[in-house]
Structures are given as C-alpha cells and as structure tokens.
C-alpha cells in the first residue's frame, strides 16, 4: 500500500491512450500466519442464486417494549489460524450478464460524479463523494492528483467527461457464487470547450478493480500499472488480526442481546412462522431455541436472562479474498444470569464456539453474519453446510 512510484510511471496508470490488459489476478487471502499459494481462477459456471439480502439482522423489537441491552463482550487476543483462500472463480453464465449490465449503467454517473468533484475539489461534500468511489490507497490517491490537473481550466473553458467503452477483462466470484471483483478497462474522454466555442477532448483510460458496494453501485478498489505491469494496490490482505478483534465485540453483540430477557417485555424475541427473509439450517435452529426461550419467558419460569464476563477468542479466520471477507469462528466463555419474579439470580458458566460470516465489499467496512454454532455434541448446527449462496448477496 505504501509504494513509493515515480510520479511519470502512476501518470500511465490514468491517462494511458491506449488499453492494456492486466494478468490474470491471483487472489489471496492469507496472513504472514498462513502459506502464499498463487491460485488460477476456474472458468465454471455459476448459477445465480435467489436474491436475498447480504447481511441478515435481527427483526427490531418496537420502540417503548422494555429490552435487554447488548452485552458487554472483552476479546482476549491471540494467535489464531488462517486458511488460505480458495481459488476464485471465473464467472460465466446469467450471474455474469447481471453484474455486467449493472456495471455498465452505473459508469455513466461515475463519470459525472468525478466531474462533480474536479469542479470543487476542496468542498467537503466532494471529497465524500470521491471516496464513495475510489477505495482509500496509493491508486486513489494518484486518482485525485489527476483530477487536480485536469481541473485546471482557462477563462470560460468548460470540461467533461464522456464515456468511451468498458471490456471486462475478469469477473471473480467466490466458491459459493457472489461476485467478488471485476477487472475491467474503461476508456472515456475530457471533452473540453473553450470560451471561443473550439472543442478538443483528451483520451483517457484507467483499468481498474470493481468491487459491488450495493443498490446498484460498484467501487473502485485498485488500478493497473502497465509500466510497472502491475496493480497499484496489490492483493497483500486488507484485513488484520487487530481488525477483527476490534469488531468482534460491536458485530456480536446483538447476537447474545436476542438471547437476554428483562421483565416487562411485550414482544417475542424468535421470528413468527413465514416472517424470516432467510432461512438456513442454523437460522432455523437458532429461530427454534429462540422460541423456545419465548415460551419459557411467557410462563415466568425466568424473568431475566443476561450474560456476563462474557468473553471471546477468535480461533480460525476462512478468508474468501484478499479484502478480508470470510468465515471467523470464535469461542465465547460468559456467565449466564437467570432470575424468577420472586427468586434469585442464578448464575451458570457457558462456553459457545460459534461460526460468523465476516462480509466486507471494499476492505473497508464490515458486518458480521453468525451462520453456524456447535451444538452440545460437537456437531455443527448447520450440518455442514453454510449456505453462504444465500447468505452473501445483495438486494439491489
């Protein structure tokens, strides 16, 4: 992320007159903890699932019922495995032509809204704007520097963007379907009229990785290099250890806040049959001891349920890609406090190992998604199968 690049070789990167097609990507998604495997995508076909919803969350409880806050969570650090991500695929078939077209209708507005933001480079809402489209990093930033340059204008010199073609060069898509990144090549001109009426336009092209951020609008994660013949950015992880120890107690939070009780509550805490969006096996499973604690609540056999000291141990990290999405699993040491009307507190030691679906679209921002859990047995929840098809996609 840091490279230090002579500023003729990154002005190649933008204003190249010509396209160049970039090698093949290598995805990875390793840690210095996990071994470098230089991976070559599979062309497969892919069917494209059911449309759900990226990430699931809980169905809110009304606004005025008495409920349990989140827990406090401590996360105890610790060295933990990483798998080496799996090869990506190279998609083809209908998922393809979806996210393709989806890509070309949003080019028209990147287009524009990069014209937005060289007409005001030092308005806080512009530069909002442009990280909105380009993922922070040495590519962005030499983004930015050329949109500087190109703003510089004469007296009553008007310019804009206008959109040349976009070829896909690659469409990634992890083991289970969803699209990861597209590399794809975008040539457009800087049409620019002076005050006399005269028109010139300058060539531009930039090759650059998309990623889907959702509702129809993609990112800018990295750019190529032909010079260097290489991308900017790189592919080393966008994820670390402290990473996601620092989310794992904000993302796992409302997980063990849908499994607390407090007196007086109106609503139930499992969803009602017909009202779940997403159903896997582990949700159904989940949904069911839920209701199960619902029914036990409407009896009164606790008034209260609450977990303390609750701690959590991240013991295995599953990256899909080099941005950091993919499977977390955690071991969880809490105490579990119940209480009657007229009883006391009980407090029992619990131990959990549960399964999360760590989703990232840019290697920015991330949700967590609990999709499995270790039952009494030791065996999964799920039944070995995630169902992560379902689970990681958007709703446009």
């Not at 962005?140 to 963007?161: D, M, N, Y």
Request: charged share 20%; hydrophobic share 40%; net charge negative.
């Amino acid at each position: 992320m840091g490279s230090q690049l002579r500023w003729p070789a990154l002005a190649l990167a933008v204003l190249v007159l010509g396209a160049c097609t970039a090698p093949a990507a290598t995805p990875s998604g390793t840690s210095p903890a996990a071994s470098s495997v230089t991976a070559t995508p599979t062309v497969a076909p892919t069917v494209e699932p059911t449309a759900t919803t990226l990430v699931r969350t809980p169905d809110p409880i009304p606004t005025g019922s008495p409920q349990a806050p989140a827990p406090s969570i401590r996360v105890v650090p610790q060295a933990f495995a990483v798998v080496t991500a799996a090869p990506l695929i190279e998609v083809i078939g209908p998922f393809r032509t979806t996210s393709e077209t989806e890509l070309r209708s949003w080019v028209p507005s990147f287009l524009q809204e990069l014209d937005q933001y060289r007409t005001g480079l030092n308005e806080s809402s512009n530069r909002a704007l442009f990280e909105s489209l380009y993922a922070p990093g040495p590519y962005a930033e030499l983004i930015r520097q050329s949109l500087r340059v190109g703003a510089s204008t004469g007296p009553g010199e008007q310019r804009k963007f206008e959109i040349g073609q976009l070829t896909i060069q690659h469409m990634y898509a992890k083991p289970w379907g969803r699209v990861a990144y597209i590399d794809a090549t975008l040539t457009y001109t800087d049409r620019i009229t002076a005050a006399d009426g005269k028109t010139s336009s300058v060539p531009l092209t930039q090759q650059a990785r998309f990623v889907n951020q959702g509702h129809g609008m993609y990112k800018v994660i990295d750019g190529y290099d032909p010079t260097l013949g290489r991308w900017v950015d790189g592919e080393q992880p966008r994820w670390s250890a402290l990473a996601l120890e620092a989310e794992a107690p904000t993302q796992m939070g409302w997980f063990f806040q849908r499994e607390s009780y407090v007196p007086g509550e109106q609503y139930p805490h499992a969803a009602p049959p017909g009202g779940r969006f997403l159903v896997t096996a582990f949700d159904d499973a989940w949904n069911n001891s839920l209701d199960k604690l619902d029914a036990s609540y409407a009896k009164k056999e606790f008034t209260t349920r609450r977990f303390e000291d609750l701690t959590v141990r991240i013991s295995r990290f599953e990256p899909a890609t080099f941005l950091g999405d993919g499977i977390v699993t955690a071991v969880v040491n809490a105490r579990l406090v119940t209480a009657a009307a007229s009883g006391p507190e009980r407090s029992t030691p619990v131990t959990r190992t549960l399964r999360l679906y760590r989703i990232t679209r840019d290697g920015l921002n991330a949700n967590w998604q609990v999709v499995d859990e270790q039952g009494p047995n030791g065996a999964w929840l799920s039944g070995g199968n995630l169902e992560l098809a379902e689970i990681d996609q958007d709703r446009g």
